[in-house]
């Protein structure tokens, strides 16, 4: 008996510019944006477009995806007093945008010499309007003499299918290799959570939750855990990797503060969010450093190194805890990777020339701060903080996760994160991004602690 014949997928044209299944797929970026040519197809098609008229095209999706411009989809203005996040979202915007109007313009050149084919006729596509602001010759080409309504909403829906594109991506380090989760609608269904990132983003200082939240809606299409009491996370797991703070790759000094890096990983299959162990970091115990034994020795590295790696705990309720795990001389200690990324969030470092906390060459050193252990710091009890003045701790010579381990015993108010080829010294301005920075209403605000570390490695 022959086998009856499986229904074929539909094809391209009319109404229909993708075939996405209901459930929605997987795609990364270039996947969907070479996903999304269809549209430009019937641009092209409807209006008749030349290579010139793909100059036009070219600059108007360059204005859209840029910042500063008339045009631009994002009005984020980035300078010296902007915070942190707003500072590395507005930089991922920037290369994001930059190398998907690259990707338009090659494909708009291909597509005008080497058409796609619509076997389902010409397409006719309704866009719901985003109010996407248009070129002066944009608007000539697709609205004056030879555009229209249809040409219009076919250009329309690819170019805000750009931006959400670009959008989605912002939270993650390495965005071409995310897979994000595609609709019928193509991307669509990320408005009300994209909507809600960037008011928070343009509006406040945005909090790092809210970029999780959002990262996680890109990929699953779901904020967060499930029930309305659930903690906010740092990161999340997804099915075929997890996304998690950027610092977890790179050295703490000059890592992203506020960045997922993507990692693959074949045995995650379900969702879950990554939360911190205690979600009121001021009522953990706190540990005075003065009361710790200090350095047997002159201010320096601790002898030996600190081992370290990370250790995940149980799911429960679609959330679980993480914990950096170290080991020194046979003992061992344990530190939340939740509190440890918090720690590295908050900490006062040299950014570049627009922080406040960048000290120049020639700053005068001071007289070295007491010194205490690193190690004992790390297995005391609650965080360690000091409000008796400033307490060294050093880090040199041990791994990046040690370092991040420390920054997550330490009560993150005032601790300054050092290299150590420059002298420690007392900055008059230490403006982070984080308010609780200031001095509090009782006057018993943190002394500072110092943690030096390796200076940036060069190439």
Request: include cysteine; proline fraction near 10%; hydrophobic fraction near 40%.
């Amino acid at each position: 008996m022959p086998i009856a014949p499986t229904p074929s997928t539909p094809a391209l044209g009319g109404s229909r510019w993708n075939t996405f299944p209901a459930a929605g797929t997987a795609l990364t970026a270039r996947d969907f944006f070479t996903a999304t040519e269809p549209l430009l197809q019937g641009v092209i098609d409807d209006n008749a477009l030349t290579a010139a008229d793909g100059e036009v095209l070219e600059t108007q999706i360059r204005a859209t995806l840029a910042l500063g411009t008339r045009e631009t989809s994002l009005p984020l203005a980035i300078g010296p007093g902007s915070a942190p996040a707003a500072r590395e979202l507005g930089a991922q915007a920037e290369e994001i945008g930059h190398e998907l109007a690259s990707w338009a313009a090659a494909a708009l050149e291909r597509l005008l010499a080497d058409r796609i084919a619509l076997p389902a006729g010409p397409l006719i596509v309704r866009s719901h309007c985003y109010g996407h602001l248009l070129t002066p010759p944009a608007t000539d080409l697709l609205l004056g003499r030879r555009g229209g309504p249809v040409t219009m909403q076919l250009y329309n829906e690819w170019l805000h299918q750009a931006v959400l594109l670009r959008d989605a991506l912002l939270p993650f380090t390495n965005w071409q290799d995310v897979p994000l989760l595609i609709t019928p609608t193509g991307l669509r269904h990320i408005e009300p959570a994209r909507d809600a990132f960037l008011t928070e983003l343009l509006v406040r200082r945005i909090r790092h939750t809210s970029i999780v939240a959002f990262a996680r809606h890109a990929v699953t299409g779901s904020p967060g855990t499930s029930g309305t009491s659930s903690p906010a996370g740092y990161g999340f797991e997804a099915s075929g990797g997890t996304a998690l703070p950027a610092v977890l790759d790179q050295p703490p000094l000059t890592a992203p503060r506020y960045l997922l890096t993507w990692r693959p990983d074949p045995a995650a299959d379900e969702t879950v969010t990554h939360v911190a162990e205690l979600r009121d970091y001021y009522a953990a115990p706190r540990t005075l450093v003065e009361h710790l034994p200090p350095a047997t020795t002159a201010p320096g590295p601790l002898t030996g190194r600190i081992t370290g790696r990370i250790v995940a705990g149980p799911v429960a309720d679609g959330a679980r805890t993480a914990a950096i795990e170290l080991t020194h001389d046979g003992a061992t200690a344990h530190v939340d990777l939740g509190q440890a990324l918090r720690g590295h969030r908050f900490a006062h470092r040299p950014d570049g020339a627009a922080s406040a906390d960048a000290l120049p060459a020639d700053a005068p050193a001071t007289d070295p701060p007491a010194a205490t252990d690193v190690w004992t710091s790390l297995r005391a009890p609650g965080l360690v903080w000091t409000v008796a003045g400033d307490a060294v701790l050093d880090a040199t010579g041990q791994d990046d996760l040690v370092v991040l381990a420390l920054l997550g015993r330490l009560y993150p108010e005032n601790v300054t994160l050092h290299p150590a080829d420059r002298p420690v010294t007392h900055p008059t301005d230490r403006t982070t991004d984080h308010p609780a920075d200031r001095a509090t209403a009782s006057g018993n605000s943190p002394s500072r602690l110092v943690a030096r570390v390796d200076p940036p490695r060069t190439s």
